[in-house]
């Protein structure tokens, strides 16, 4: 196994986050295939991430989501949004590996909470947007309830996963939780013609228990261990539904 044991093959991934700030563009595909019927939906967004701090080895990320595509598709959606919208930046605690520790609200956003609310409900001023409104204002002010939605962000969870986790013989293993199950994600490297870049093409693992798939390949930069580009596929059945 001489071949896997090579530096390039088993690369540490270092991050090194200061003075990041990165605008991502944000494309989803979501597919249902239910015995042949098939139904799409497609969105995008603009993501920002922008490091604030190091403090007590942990890392401070401001997160905003801006540019929608779906604004105005449906009363529902833009209500989605522009609630979404009245909180930001939201604060994304990482530890010194890029692995993503918990989030929360400004200090800002929660001391002019009542003013937000106050301008959502003359935004949307009929009664089915009041009870969105009161059930928004449950969710993000409860602090656990909060964290624990947007740690299953899409973006936020697989950019701070743990991808880092070092290499042995070409390899590296880490878990992610998936559809509230947790799926062993295996990967290795690619040859790639920069220099300044590590490709790594990841897979989840099978197992009798799942039918879950997962396949992703990631752009890293050298110099900081951020990912520059991500391509990710996940899919699952749940009964007959793919």
């Known amino acids: 196994d001489a071949p896997f044991k090579s530096p390039e093959l088993n690369p540490k991934?270092?991050?090194?986050?200061?003075?990041?700030n990165q605008n991502f563009k944000v494309f989803f595909t979501e597919s249902k295939n239910d015995e042949g019927k098939e139904s799409k939906r497609k969105f995008s967004y603009v993501a920002n991430l922008k490091w604030i701090k190091d403090e007590f080895n942990?890392?401070?990320?401001?997160?905003?989501?801006?540019?929608?595509?779906?604004?105005?598709?449906?009363?529902?959606?833009?209500?989605?949004?522009e609630t979404f919208r009245s909180i930001l930046p939201i604060e994304v605690y990482v530890n010194s590996k890029g692995e993503i520790l918990r989030t929360a609200l400004t200090k800002e956003t929660l001391k002019k909470f009542p003013e937000i609310k106050e301008n959502l409900l003359d935004l949307f001023p009929d009664q089915y947007a009041k009870i969105y409104i009161e059930e928004f204002e449950y969710a993000v002010l409860n602090p656990e309830i909060f964290n624990k939605k947007m740690k299953e962000d899409w973006f936020l969870k697989m950019y701070f996963s743990s991808f880092?986790?070092?290499?042995?013989?070409?390899?590296?293993?880490?878990?992610?939780?998936?559809?509230?199950?947790?799926?062993?994600?295996?990967?290795?490297?690619?040859?790639?013609?920069?220099?300044?870049?590590?490709?790594?093409?990841?897979?989840?693992v099978k197992?009798?228990?799942?039918?879950?798939?997962?396949?992703?390949?990631?752009i890293i930069s050298k110099e900081n261990g951020m990912i520059q580009k991500m391509n990710l596929s996940h899919s699952y059945k749940e009964y007959s539904v793919l």
């Not at 991934?13 to 990041?20: A, L, N, Q, R, W």
């Not at 942990?58 to 009363?75: A, G, I, P």
């Open 13 to 20: 991934i270092d991050f090194i986050p200061v003075g990041f």
């Open 58 to 81: 942990e890392h401070l990320f401001y997160f905003t989501k801006d540019q929608f595509s779906n604004l105005h598709e449906s009363k529902m959606e833009y209500m989605a949004i």
């Open 164 to 204: 880092r986790n070092p290499f042995k013989n070409g390899k590296s293993f880490f878990e992610i939780n998936l559809n509230q199950s947790e799926i062993n994600v295996q990967q290795f490297v690619e040859k790639t013609e920069n220099e300044d870049e590590i490709s790594i093409h990841q897979f989840a």
């Open 207 to 218: 197992n009798e228990e799942n039918s879950f798939r997962l396949n992703g390949n990631l």
